[in-house]
């Protein structure tokens, strides 16, 4: 079967990963194809496994009528083009565009929600025009992928049609790479995050202000506010102790080195990162937002910590910094955790089921169809 993923851009970050992961996923079965705005690291690892790339050049992140509209002729262009399948489409941008255009042309799509534009802490401005485009282009979509039950549930709450949305939580493969966040003098708290305003930043850097050294705070990613951030550190006091390590290849490695992950995000679908964290056995302390709080058990595997809480929060690092066995106990809890319920072979099986839901209520007959749960982590 011939699918096409459409993200809006290319960037490293979450949703990027994720579709990499199914790209990787279903290379052997299915023939893929990737439609996104621009060129950057995933359409480079896309071509790394053999995937076809299609740039869209109007395809982009800002609301720009007279570009959107182009966007949707470009993507009605291409599908009448490859004819595919399926259509499966990642982000708010791509998710609304390519849906129309699958629509037009009479192809199967399905959504995933990897956060939504109404989602708790997003702006009152971006949920006015959220939920009436989200609202319609559900209709258009054959199912709406949740990456978590509270996502589902928010969906529900602004009336998107039921039948139309399922859960499927987030999977991620197993690696290389096992944390000891019980040893060594001193603790290392990481966050790996986009620099912009959903991740909180400034809560993070204001929290740790109060956490009391040796322990130390890595910050990876790089995106707008990483600038006003690194100034921030500064007028806290703290510049010495935090490093900005930008965009990293070797977050594995990295987050394997550490004794803490943090995450201060205002909102979220469900977030890879914390993923990866408990993937390599460290305790987690995160807003208790979104999907966050399906992932993280509080009190067994780390803490959650009220959106906006910097005592709170500071709290939390605190009570983690300084005792060494709490650490081990809720690292190991986590790592027990991500095998359980977050694997990438289940979120496999879970999404080409739905797939072939879609298929049969569509009436098209998969030609090719041998789905064997694949080890992508060693790719």
Known sequence: MRILYAITKAEMGGGQVHVLDLLKGFQSTHELHLATGEEEYLTREARAIGGECHILSDLIHETRPARDARAVSQMTALLRCLKPDLVHAHTTKAGLVARAAAWRCGIPSVFTAHSWAFSEGVSLAWKAMGVPTEWIASWLSSRVIN????????????GLPARRLVTIHNGIPDGPGIASPGAGGKTEVVMVARFARQKHHELLLEAFAGVPQPATLTLIGDGPSRASMQELAAKLGIAQRVTFAGE????????????????????????????????????????????SREAVEHGVSGYLVPRDDVAGFRAALTRLCTNAGLRSEFGSAGRGRYLQHFSLEQMLRKTHALYEQVWHERGIVPSRFNLVAKEVGRQ
């Open 147 to 158: 990456v978590s039950e509270a996502n589902r549930r928010l969906a529900l709450k602004y």
């Open 248 to 291: 990293r290849q070797d977050v594995t490695r990295l987050l394997a080195g550490a004794g803490v992950f943090a995450l201060a995000s205002r909102w979220e679908g469900f977030p890879l990162s914390i993923l990866e964290a408990m993937r390599t056995g460290l305790p987690v302390v995160a807003s208790d937002v979104g999907g």
